[in-house]
DNA sequence: CGGCCTTTTGAGGCTACTCAAAGCCGGTGG
DNA sequence: CCACCGGCTTTGAGTAGCCTCAAAAGGCCG
């Protein structure tokens, strides 16, 4: 992890005018400016947080991809969430507790960073943000549970096929380029599919050959495809949410 | 569901003083005194929410314990979360989006409720009070992965143990009474473990009889019993979490 | 070229599931 | 007061999905 001073002001902020979130307006552009208070860049498998720490950062994703994860004593690991840029990082650890979770990079990454110390101030002084973010709080809070419901009532394809829609959703949603519509590029191990929908890592392989074979999605190293994007939304009885332009910052 | 205007003025309310919550300033107390809209009340079993629609208003727990679940079209349900005294219900659905999850009444319930439609006013004009569902979102986020961690991670065993501590846990960080504090008087039946754990419901019965077998745990109906609240929880690999008092409303 | 990480494939076993049916308990009504 | 009913728990038997162990093959990098 490389942490600079070096910013961008938020005015060039990189964000701004990303498909898929909502443009801050001028005012309180300004307003976050005060806030920033320097970048982090993180190579590919880069940790930006580790579990059992305490984080004295908050960050926005500028670009780039994490995934979120929590590790057991005995080593098992669950990944919980991915993260796509405009995603909020940092409150999903309850204030001033230890982590429960660690967050590390799927693709390089950078992140605008805030201090944890003025975040008080920072809701306080500017409601429409406090709204924000406990709109973006019952968002993720709604992907959780549905990704529970993966967890526990699906099996082994449907959680397969229904991670996978939902990636190629949460991308599309933060204005992600996509081949066609329906090659998403991204580096996911099946270790990492294994550890997300509680599957060993050989059957998540094995599974990854059915749904090939039946031509419902191609996983291969660094790219998810979907050549039938419907189909494979009723195969995992995927409920899509309405993707209205999430707020950010 | 009975809904009626007949309330409790907040000065009144029945939880300040719980023990786990953390009272309310006599400035916020008059402030959300002009939310209040009414009280509801559930028996047993009556659904507060239902997946789908929308619902106009937001709640804070006053009494009893509920349980929040999804169901998929074809029938599977996943119980989600379960809400104690205290608890915020209604910001886990994105904002006038369809509800993804229902609400039922595990015990005789009581509710406050408030008009969805002035939430923002509500957060606007009192940042402290928007700070704390921030916070509060914080940790029902943190509760969800860890529940997902249990989902994906654990053998029915540990799953099992692990939802029984958790439950005797956040009983305890309500106020809940418990006889010697190893006794947790809540209804839950096995059909409800299975739907919470991912289990069939045979498999769940099995479950418990083997961890009773070993004296981990008993769980009867009505009653989850806990002799030996640390072997349970290293069993289980159960991570608490601090509880500092929970704000609230 | 060697080492490391990831993917791939095989074999065998256990966990958890399905189907099926009986027992239990509280509530209702005759 | 007893018979009946619906919801929940309990038990048995057989099966299948998923797991573990093991090892080989592919790809990337120094």
Request: proline content about 4%; glycine content about 8%.
């Amino acid at each position: 992890m490389q942490r600079q001073s070096a910013t961008v002001a938020c005015a060039q902020c990189p964000l701004s005018g990303r498909k898929g979130l909502r443009p801050l307006t001028p005012d309180l552009l300004g307003f976050v400016q005060k806030f920033k208070e320097g970048e982090v860049q993180l190579e590919r498998g880069g940790l930006l947080l580790e579990q059992e720490k305490r984080s004295v950062h908050l960050h926005t994703l500028l670009e780039g991809v994490l995934v979120r994860f929590l590790t057991l004593e005995d080593g098992r690991r669950q990944i919980v969430n991915f993260m796509f840029p405009g995603d909020f990082v940092g409150f999903q650890g309850a204030f001033d507790d230890k982590l429960n979770h660690s967050v590390q990079a799927l693709l390089p990454a950078r992140l605008c960073s805030f201090g944890r110390r003025r975040f008080h101030e920072l809701v306080s002084e500017h409601p429409a943000l406090a709204y924000d973010l406990i709109w973006l709080a019952a968002c993720e809070e709604t992907e959780l549970e549905d990704h529970m419901a993966a967890l526990g009532q699906r099996d082994a394809r449907e959680k397969v096929a229904y991670m996978a829609v939902w990636l190629h959703d949460r991308a599309a949603a933060s204005g992600i380029s996509m081949l066609d519509g329906q090659h998403l590029d991204l580096p996911i191990t099946q270790a990492q599919i294994a550890d997300m929908l509680g599957l060993s890592l050989v059957h998540a392989h094995r599974t990854l050959k059915a749904l090939a074979r039946d031509g419902l999605l191609f996983w291969t190293p660094g790219r998810i495809s979907l050549p039938d994007r419907q189909r494979a939304v009723n195969f995992a009885q995927y409920a899509g949410r309405s993707h209205k332009q999430r707020p950010f910052i």
